[in-house]
């Protein structure tokens, strides 16, 4: 089976003229599955595909960024590209593929069950307190995941969805694979440093362009804070109450004019650096998805953002 030849950026015919491999190094270019025979440019069709660098001498100054992308969901144009296929680790943008693998095989009425496995005691992990024999449902769960990025929840949906912490983790690495994100390996659900837990900026833009097909998803990556309350084993209520790690969504920093931020998620470790991933759109409602990593402080992953988003008028 030969790849055809073509450009090194947008979607369609790829730019190799060689026979397939399965374990190609760009991750857009693999199959679903071996089984199925699939070339890559059918897999390819519908995804933004770049190859290398997209750049120009008039692109943003992603000085202090060591990894970035902008994708154009309506043409399927990659408009910025900087060292989107480098692994590298992502620290809480983990938890997109975490919710994604838990819509497709949960229900978000179902009642979840923490075990000893929600205490996390790494420092500077952001935890929401749960205890073993607390609970909450699902739906809690993923607001709680994604609103506050507390590494516990992430524990609590693994072990509930997948049945145990380390199957939950396979599927989460079965998933990338069939989107075609062979550049990762997850090893946790909650993005928590380890040498062999990694991705790429454009692995990411393909898990989160799956995750943003769900309206439930969409929703939760909007909200600004979200308050509740789940129970513990006596059936006591604990009252959960925080805002959205996102600044964007916060006020503190302003989308460029006619771009409006819908949501996203961050993710920050020493390994990592700062992290962010968002959906936007502009102002005929074509949507993007943007994505940063290993920013070297908050400020930097904010303001390259913007400028990041600057070039959707370009």
């Given at each position: 089976?030969l790849?055809?030849?073509?450009?090194?950026?947008g979607c369609?015919?790829?730019?190799?003229?060689m026979p397939?491999q399965?374990?190609?190094?760009?991750?857009?270019?693999?199959?679903?599955?071996?089984?199925?025979?699939?070339?890559a440019?059918p897999?390819a069709?519908?995804?933004?595909?770049?190859?290398?660098?997209?750049?120009s001498?008039?692109?943003?100054?992603?000085?202090?960024?060591?990894?970035?992308g902008?994708f154009?969901?309506?043409?399927?144009?990659?408009?910025?590209?900087?060292n989107i296929?480098?692994?590298?680790?992502?620290?809480?943008?983990?938890?997109?593929?975490?919710?994604?693998?838990?819509?497709?095989?949960?229900?978000?009425n179902?009642?979840?069950?923490?075990?000893?496995?929600?205490?996390?005691?790494?420092?500077?992990?952001?935890?929401?307190?749960?205890?073993?024999?607390?609970?909450m449902t699902?739906?809690?769960?993923l607001r709680?995941?994604?609103?506050?990025?507390?590494?516990?929840?992430?524990?609590?949906?693994?072990?509930?969805?997948?049945g145990?912490?380390e199957?939950?983790?396979?599927?989460?690495?079965?998933?990338?694979?069939?989107?075609?994100?062979?550049?990762?390996?997850?090893?946790?659900p909650?993005?928590?440093?380890?040498s062999?837990?990694?991705?790429?900026?454009y692995?990411?833009?393909?898990?989160?362009?799956?995750?943003?097909?769900?309206?439930?998803f969409?929703?939760?990556?909007?909200?600004s804070?979200?308050?509740t309350?789940?129970?513990?084993r006596?059936?006591?209520?604990?009252a959960f109450?925080?805002?959205n790690?996102?600044?964007?969504?916060?006020?503190?920093?302003?989308?460029?004019?006619?771009?409006?931020?819908?949501?996203?998620?961050?993710g920050?470790?020493?390994?990592?650096?700062n992290?962010?991933?968002l959906?936007?759109?502009?102002e005929?409602?074509s949507?993007?998805?943007?994505?940063i990593?290993?920013?070297?402080?908050?400020?930097?992953?904010?303001?390259?953002?913007?400028?990041?988003?600057?070039e959707?008028?370009?």
């Amino acid at each position: 089976m030969l790849l055809t030849a073509g450009g090194s950026t947008g979607c369609g015919s790829l730019p190799y003229d060689m026979p397939y491999q399965a374990d190609y190094d760009v991750s857009s270019f693999n199959v679903v599955s071996r089984e199925e025979k699939r070339t890559a440019a059918p897999f390819a069709s519908g995804l933004c595909v770049a190859a290398r660098d997209v750049v120009s001498d008039e692109g943003p100054d992603m000085a202090q960024v060591e990894a970035a992308g902008l994708f154009g969901l309506e043409n399927r144009e990659v408009l910025y590209a900087k060292n989107i296929h480098e692994r590298l680790h992502p620290a809480s943008l983990t938890k997109v593929m975490t919710a994604l693998v838990a819509l497709e095989n949960g229900q978000l009425n179902q009642t979840l069950t923490a075990s000893d496995a929600v205490n996390i005691t790494e420092s500077g992990a952001v935890l929401c307190g749960l205890k073993s024999g607390d609970t909450m449902t699902l739906d809690q769960a993923l607001r709680i995941l994604l609103v506050y990025s507390a590494n516990d929840v992430a524990m609590l949906i693994a072990e509930n969805i997948g049945g145990s912490v380390e199957r939950f983790v396979e599927m989460m690495n079965e998933k990338a694979h069939a989107l075609g994100a062979t550049n990762t390996s997850f090893r946790n659900p909650h993005g928590l440093t380890d040498s062999e837990h990694y991705t790429t900026a454009y692995d990411l833009y393909l898990i989160f362009n799956a995750a943003v097909k769900y309206d439930t998803f969409n929703e939760i990556i909007h909200m600004s804070d979200y308050q509740t309350a789940f129970y513990d084993r006596d059936g006591k209520e604990k009252a959960f109450d925080k805002q959205n790690s996102n600044q964007f969504l916060r006020g503190e920093y302003q989308a460029p004019t006619n771009v409006t931020v819908i949501g996203g998620k961050t993710g920050t470790t020493s390994a990592a650096g700062n992290c962010l991933i968002l959906l936007t759109r502009d102002e005929n409602s074509s949507l993007y998805i943007s994505v940063i990593l290993r920013a070297e402080g908050p400020d930097v992953v904010y303001g390259r953002m913007v400028d990041l988003l600057d070039e959707i008028h370009k």
